[in-house]
C-alpha cells in the first residue's frame, strides 16, 4: 500500500501508537502543538543532523531499516561527544507520495532498534510529501553532569580514539562494488552488556550472488559483514566513561584529519599523530588490498566511523587507544620511519566537488 | 558566487559569526557537537517544522527572504499555541550544491528578522547539499509557565479567533496568477508597539505589470498586498494574553474546520460554529469575488493564517472573535438562515490528493 492511500493523519496516528512511552518527565508527547517537558535540572543538550537522499544515502545501497537507524546513531553520537545522555527525540521525515507503507514501517523499525538501544523518547516531528528525493532529520535533546567540547585540549595532552579507524569507508566502497541494499542481522545490534535480541533479519551474505561473489574474490562474508556493518549500522558510542579526564572530544562523522583539525582549532592548539598508532581492523587490511585503497587513506579521511576522538592529560590511565599529543601549534603525521609530515582537514565537505 | 566555490565549512563560519549573541543560558553555542544550555526552570516546550520546495512552497512564487521569514513563523506560532515562549532555535538547511550565495545571504535575512521579531538565538542547526529539491526544518525550544493543550476543551466554552481566516489562501491564490515571486516592504514587520523598521527592500507592486494589471483587472495593490503579506510573511501570533483563561489552543495551520475537528479530537468535545462570526478582512472579500472562489471557503478550509484557535468559558471578557461553542458531540456550521449542517475536517493533508 502506498503512502497516498493512508494519508498522513492516519499514518502520523500509527506513530504516536508505536512510539507512545511513558515517562515521568514527559507532560505532553507527540500530538500538541509542542511537546511539553518537565524542568531539567542538569545542563541541557541539543543537536540536530540531516540525512539527505543522493547526498548521505543512495536508497540502491541501503535498507530503510538501516537508514532509520542510522539517522538515530548520528545524533546520539553528536550527545555522547559532549559526554552526555540522550533523552528526547524529534524527526523530520519527508518522502514521496507513491512510497511503500513497508517502506515506512522498516524506517521505523530502525529508528526505534537505535532509539531502545540508547533509551531516548520520541517527543514530536513533522511528516511531509517531498517531490523529489527524500530528507530526515533528527533533533536529539539530552543532558549532561559534566559536558566535554571540542575546544578544552591543552599542549602536552595525549590524543585517543575509541575504535579502529577507516571501517565505515571501506564498508562503503564494498558496498558501492555490491550494487545493491545489503540486510544485515538485526541480532548483533545490542548494548553492551546487554543480551543478544532474537534474531529476525536473516543476514543476506552478497557472496551466494555470482556478480559479487566475482567482484569480491577473495574476500569471505566474515571479511565484508563487519565493514558493512559499521557503515549501514553505525552504533554511537557512549563516551561517558572518558568523561572523568577527557579535556576535549568530538566524534569521527567526516574523518579523523578533519575532525582533528577542528578539534585543534577550537582549542586553539597543534597535534602530532602516528601512523602506526592509528586502529586497523583485520577486516579492513584484508578489504582495502582487495579494493586496492591504501586502509590509512580510509582510516584518515574516510567519515562515519562515529568513533570518539579525544584528548586527556598524561598520566590519566586511559583506556582508549592512543594515536598521539597536543602540541603547540602545526599538524604534523609521523609516518613509520619516524618521518614528520604536515596535514590538512582532509574530509567530506558539502558543495564542494571532492578532490 | 555559488555555494560549490564557498564551501561548507566557510558558509558555516559565516553564518556563526552572524547569528552570535550572548546570552548567560547558553553554555555552548553554535560550533559544537551540541549546544549546551543551563538548566530551564519551567516547563520546557519543544516543536519542529518542516518546510519542503514544491510542497510546502515553489520558488518562483516566493523570495528567499519570504522563505526564511516563514520558516521561524511557522514553528513560533507552534510554542505560541501552548501559550509559551520562543527561546532557542536550530535550523535544518538542505540546498543544492549550485544555489547563490546571495540566495543564502536573502534566506538568512528572513530567519533572522523573524528571530529577532519573537526574540529568539540560534544554537545549531545542520547544512547539507541536495540533489533535488530544497528542504528546510526548524526545531524550536521554548518554555511555559501555564502551556495550554488542545485538550482541556469543556462544554459550553467559547470557542475564538485571534483574527482574519482566509487571508493567507487568498494570497496564494493570487500569487498563482501573479506567477512570480513579490518583493514586500520588510518595514511592516515589527513587534506590536515596536517602532517601525526602516524600509530596506522597497515592495514591488505586480499592478504595475501588465500581464498583472490584467489578470487582476479591478483589484488594487492595497487590496492586494496585505493578502500577500498573510501568505508569504506570516507573523505567529503571541498568544500569552489569553494563557490566564484558555482552557485548549491551537494554531490554525491546516485551516479552520480541520484544526477545530484536531481541538474537538483532542478535548472529546463537539463544535457549533456560526458562519456569520467567522471574521473575513475587506480585502479578502473584494478579492474572492475577482477570484470567483468563495471567501468562506477560504476562511473555512484555507491553511497558513497562524490564528490562534482557543476555547474559554463563558464570563470571561475575551479580547478575541467568538465563532461558536462547545457542545458535547458532533461538529456543527450553523448558516445566516440558522440552519445546522455538520462539518467534516477537510484541510491539507500531506500524501493524499486534495479534492
Known sequence: MKLSQIGELTLLDQIRKRFKKKSNNIIVGIGDDAAVLKPIYKNLLVTTDMMVEGVHFDLSLTTPYQLGFKLISVNVSDIYAMAGKPLYLLLNIAVKKNTEKKFIDKLFDGIKD?????????????????????????????????????????????IYVTGNLGDSA??????????????????????????RKELRDKSKDPMRHAPCAML????????????????????????????????SMIDISDGLLIDLSRLCSESRVGARIYIDNIPLSPE????????DIPPLKLALSGGEDY????????????????????????????????????????GYQHFCKRE
Chains 1, 2 share one sequence.
Open 170 to 195: 571501506c564498508g562503503l566502497e564494498l558496498l558501492k562494488r555490491i550494487k545493491r541494499p545489503v540486510p544485515l542481522e538485526r541480532s548483533k545490534i545490542r548494548k553492551h552488556g546487554a543480551k
Open 216 to 247: 569480491l574474490k577473495g574476500l569471505s562474508w566474515n571479511t565484508v559483514e563487519p565493514l558493512l556493518r559499521r557503515h549501514l549500522l553505525p552504533e554511537a558510542r557512549d563516551a561517558k566513561k572518558f568523561a572523568r579526564y577527557a579535556t
Open 284 to 291: 579492513l587490511k584484508k578489504a582495502a588490498v582487495h579494493l
Open 114 to 158: 537505535a532509539m531502545n538501544l540508547h533509551d531516548t523518547i520520541l517527543i514530536g516531528g513533522d511528516l511531509s510529501a517531498t517531490k523529489s528525493g527524500m530528507a530526515l532529520s533528527a533533533t536529539l535533546i539530552g543532558y549532561a553532569k559534566r559536558h566535554i567540547q571540542r575546544s578544552g585540549a591543552n599542549v602536552g595532552d595525549g
Open 307 to 346: 568513533e570518539m576522538l579525544f584528548t586527556a592529560p598524561a598520566g590519566n590511565k586511559v583506556r582508549a587507544i592512543y594515536i598521539g599529543e597536543i602540541i603547540k601549534s602545526g599538524r604534523f603525521i609521523v609516518d613509520s620511519s619516524g618521518r614528520e609530515k604536515p596535514f590538512s582537514a582532509k
